[in-house]
C-alpha cells in the first residue's frame, strides 16, 4: 500500500474535519492520501438513509459537534453552513475531473474553506468558478468536462467502486480491506496503515 485511500463526497458535513486536517497530518506522520471521490448521497439513498433531513434535533447537534472538533483542531468555521448542496453532483463531478487531473485535493479544500468559513455553498456560485480560479483552472473548460457524459460515467464507476468496497458514509478511509468511517477514526485508519492494527 502507497497510501491511505481518503473517500468523500463534497456535501458530507463531517468531510470538512478531515479535508482541513490531512496536508498536516501527512507532514507530520509521513503517511499519504489517495482523494477518492464518489456520490455518497447515492449509497446512502439506496439504504433510505437520510441522516439529517427534517430531523431538527440531530441537525444542531451535528453543527455543535463540529463546532466543538473545529475548536479542538484550530479551524476555522461559519457554522451552521449551508445545508444541504444544492449543487451535490456538480460539485463532486468537478472533483471527479480534478482527480484525474491531479488537482482534486487543492480544489476540494479551496471548496471546503469557502463553503465552512465564508458560507458559500460549493458546487454553487460564486464558490464553485472563485474555487478553480483560486486553483490555477479555467472554470469554463473543468464545468464543461464535469458536465460531460465522460465524467458523468467516471463518477457513477467511482461510486460503483465505493459501494463494491462497503463504503457507506463519508469521510471513509481505506488502508487494505479495513473501513475507517468517520473523521474521528482517522487516527485509528493511519495506525493501521503504519503498523497492520489500532494502537
Given at each position: 500500500m502507497k497510501s491511505i485511500d481518503f473517500w468523500f463526497s463534497i456535501g458530507s458535513t463531517y468531510s470538512y474535519l478531515s479535508v482541513m486536517r490531512l496536508?498536516?497530518?501527512?507532514?507530520?506522520?509521513?503517511?499519504?492520501f489517495n482523494w477518492r471521490p464518489f456520490s455518497v448521497r447515492a449509497i446512502m439513498m439506496e439504504m433510505d438513509n437520510i441522516p439529517f433531513a427534517e430531523k431538527p434535533i440531530k441537525t444542531r447537534y451535528m453543527w455543535r459537534d463540529i463546532?466543538?472538533?473545529?475548536?479542538?483542531?484550530?479551524?476555522?468555521?461559519?457554522?451552521?453552513?449551508?445545508?444541504?448542496?444544492?449543487e451535490f453532483d456538480l460539485a463532486n463531478r468537478v472533483a471527479i475531473v480534478g482527480s484525474k487531473e491531479g488537482w482534486c485535493r487543492?480544489?476540494?479544500?479551496?471548496?471546503?474553506?469557502?463553503?465552512?468559513?465564508?458560507?458559500?455553498?460549493?458546487?454553487?456560485?460564486?464558490n464553485l468558478t472563485e474555487s478553480l480560479h483560486e486553483i490555477g483552472q479555467d472554470p469554463g473548460r473543468v464545468i464543461e468536462l464535469a458536465n460531460s457524459p465522460?465524467?458523468?460515467?467516471?463518477?457513477?464507476?467511482a461510486t460503483d467502486e465505493a459501494r463494491s468496497l462497503?463504503?457507506?458514509?463519508?469521510?471513509t478511509f481505506v488502508v487494505g480491506k479495513e473501513l475507517f468511517w468517520g473523521d474521528d477514526r482517522?487516527?485509528?485508519?493511519?495506525?493501521?496503515?503504519k503498523t497492520g492494527s489500532q494502537s
Open positions: 496536508a498536516n497530518l501527512k507532514k507530520d506522520t509521513g503517511v499519504s463546532e466543538r472538533k473545529c475548536q479542538i483542531y484550530d479551524l476555522d468555521a461559519t457554522l451552521p453552513a449551508p445545508y444541504p448542496l444544492e487543492d480544489y476540494v479544500t479551496s471548496t471546503y474553506k469557502k463553503w465552512f468559513q465564508q458560507s458559500q455553498p460549493a458546487g454553487s456560485e460564486p465522460v465524467m458523468e460515467t467516471a463518477y457513477l464507476a462497503g463504503i457507506f458514509g463519508s469521510p482517522l487516527e485509528d485508519a493511519i495506525s493501521w496503515y
